[in-house]
């Protein structure tokens, strides 16, 4: 980035500013200077506050709290604490977004008061886009050299390295990519979906043309994509957007069928030695009624949209004296 200053006297000067330099570091504040920050930082991280707690060594960054007692370590992200208060005088209690509970002693009550407010202000909502951390570290990353320690500075690059990464992730969970799963590039250039990687991985008898289809009939664009598989049994975990059904019920076969199948794959590809099916590369597996006749998935999602469906027009009729008769006229229930 290039700005022009214009001094007092003479012509106008260009100079060259790194990205790094939009996100400075703030001052360390110590309680103690003989204190040494307790971890290595990452790239455009920054420790703001360090002291001492009972027994332990406190530290704020712009992006955690960490807390490092005599046997144990507490690391937590700014942005997974829900709330911070001061407990019986000289205890600071901590609730995280995930359930977990901290809590650290302080030798007096102005000292636990002091760090409730700092951690309070640290986790206050931003209110700039630029004090999320993410900007910070990108910017940071893009200024570090290949011999930097950070084993991440890599992935803010651009390049083949980013996209073999997703393949070595896939070897490492073990899918069977030669009967079962597929790396299909429809996404290439995010085409497809802007906030969807470039590669998906989906059951291998699904073509792209299909894929264009659901993609049609989701939120976003956001189509159902497999991101993680147990390797011992199998399960596999799908992300997506909810299905556009509206209030009339609308379906996609495409949609379903690619739902039911990631279903089958994940049964075809069991994790256990040998029980994966030999099948022809693109062919779509017999369907069991026993097991895949309607997919569990679907009759969960057609049972609470009927519950809201039907909740919402009686709600209708109770107070707006609106005739629902004419609801009940037209084919509410998905089920065919």
Not at 1 to 21: N, V
Not at 216 to 235: L, M
Not at 290 to 316: C, M, P
């Amino acid at each position: 980035m290039f700005y022009i200053y214009q001094g007092e006297e003479g012509p106008p000067s260009l100079e060259y500013i790194k990205a790094k330099d939009l996100f400075p570091q703030k001052e360390l504040v110590k309680e103690d200077e003989s204190l040494q920050v307790p971890f290595p930082v990452l790239q455009g991280e920054g420790v703001e506050y360090l002291g001492h707690a009972d027994e332990a060594i406190i530290a704020i960054s712009n992006y955690r709290l960490h807390i490092k007692f005599k046997d144990s370590v507490i690391n937590v992200p700014l942005r997974l604490i829900e709330s911070v208060e001061s407990r019986e005088m000289f205890q600071l209690h901590i609730i995280c977004k995930d359930s977990k509970v901290v809590r650290c002693h302080f030798a007096t009550f102005k000292q636990c008061q002091e760090w409730v407010k700092r951690l309070n202000w640290a986790i206050a909502h931003p209110s700039r886009l630029e004090d999320l951390f993410a900007l910070a570290y990108h910017a940071w990353c893009l200024g570090a050299s290949a011999d930097d320690e950070d084993q991440h500075v890599h992935l803010c690059r651009p390049g083949d390295h980013v996209r073999h990464r997703m393949e070595m992730e896939v070897r490492r969970m073990g899918f069977d990519t030669q009967n079962v799963w597929r790396v299909s590039d429809i996404n290439c250039n995010y085409k497809l979906c802007s906030s969807y990687p470039q590669k998906l991985l989906v059951p291998i008898w699904i073509t792209d043309k299909e894929l264009e289809s659901v993609a049609s009939f989701r939120s976003w664009k956001r189509i159902p994509v497999v991101v993680y598989r147990h390797q011992k049994n199998g399960a596999v975990i799908a992300r997506c957007s909810q299905p556009e059904i509206s209030w009339w019920g609308w379906r996609n076969t495409d949609d379903e069928y690619l739902v039911t199948s990631i279903a089958k794959a994940c049964h075809m590809d069991t994790g256990a030695k040998g029980t994966a099916t030999s099948r022809q590369r693109g062919e779509a597996p017999d369907s069991c009624d026993s097991d895949f006749g309607k997919s569990a998935v679907l009759v969960f999602v057609e049972h609470i949209f009927n519950v809201v469906y039907f909740t919402v027009v009686l709600w209708l009729s109770i107070n707006s004296g609106f005739d629902v008769n004419h609801f009940f006229l037209f084919p509410l229930y998905l089920s065919t």
